[in-house]
């Protein structure tokens, strides 16, 4: 079974513009979630989806939205870039709703670099 | 916030010794997950334990989940250079706020010399 694929892995972009980052999940995993990892902050929740439905959201600036298509791929953006979003971003998909993290798996990460 | 604490930020060992990872919190969790991860990649998933006092063994390592589901240490028995990494503790809450939420510590840094 294929992981969790995450495109593009690297990506470097300048100050005041916006990124999209895809996700695609597992086979038959319905939920997507997406983390920040930084050196200071570590991992750092950005959003959750199910089925096509964000239903959790992090202590992120409206800057950082995201969504989930039928297909259960889902996709963040990053509007007016800024320094401090340099980062590698991850997401992660989980076959079913019950939030005991019991499958959470993640995908390779995007590395952002924003100069 | 919930936070996870995870101690020590940084190990250094030799090959052969034993070594422990431990990670608490003032919070109650619904599941504790431990993660594996490589510079440049995301985390690996090594196990979880949902229970309070379980404990799981996977090869050289051992995993516990305390008694009132607050804390869990990792223990790493003969340490190889093979189990150099980022080594994270992550907890997930039951429901509601917490859809799709794992709260990460810190992270510890282990690196096993030869």
């Known amino acids: 079974k294929a992981g969790v694929t995450q495109t593009p892995r690297y990506l470097i972009k300048t100050r005041g513009q916006q990124v999209t980052l895809s996700c695609s999940p597992i086979?038959?995993?319905?939920?997507v979630s997406w983390y920040q990892q930084t050196p200071g902050q570590g991992l750092q929740f950005l959003f959750e989806?199910?089925?096509?439905?964000?239903?959790n959201k992090g202590n992120f600036p409206g800057r950082f939205s995201g969504r989930q298509f039928s297909n259960s791929r889902s996709e963040m953006n990053v509007s007016t870039l800024e320094l401090g979003d340099s980062a590698l971003y991850l997401c992660?998909?989980?076959?079913?709703?019950?939030?005991?993290?019991?499958?959470?798996?993640f995908g390779p990460g995007t590395r952002l670099t924003v100069t | 916030t919930q936070l996870l604490e995870q101690s020590p930020q940084f190990l250094s060992i030799q090959e052969g010794e034993n070594l422990t990872v431990y990670c608490n919190s003032s919070?109650?969790?619904?599941?504790l997950q431990w993660y594996r991860q490589e510079p440049g990649e995301g985390p690996v998933l090594l196990v979880t334990?949902?229970?309070?006092?379980e404990v799981k063994k996977l090869k050289r390592l051992t995993f516990q989940f305390g008694d009132a589901r607050k804390d869990s240490s990792l223990h790493i028995t003969a340490a190889q250079p093979g189990d150099t990494g980022l080594y994270l503790c992550?907890?997930?809450?039951?429901?509601?706020?917490?859809?799709?939420?794992?709260?990460f510590g810190q992270g510890t840094i282990l690196t096993v010399h030869p």
């Open positions: 086979s038959g995993h319905r939920s």
């Open positions: 919070s109650v969790f619904s599941s």
């Open positions: 992550a907890g997930a809450r039951a429901g509601g706020t917490s859809y799709g939420k794992l709260t």
């Open positions: 989806y199910f089925s096509e439905t964000q239903r």
């Open positions: 334990v949902v229970t309070g006092g």
């Open positions: 992660a998909s989980s076959p079913s709703s019950p939030n005991r993290g019991l499958v959470w798996r």
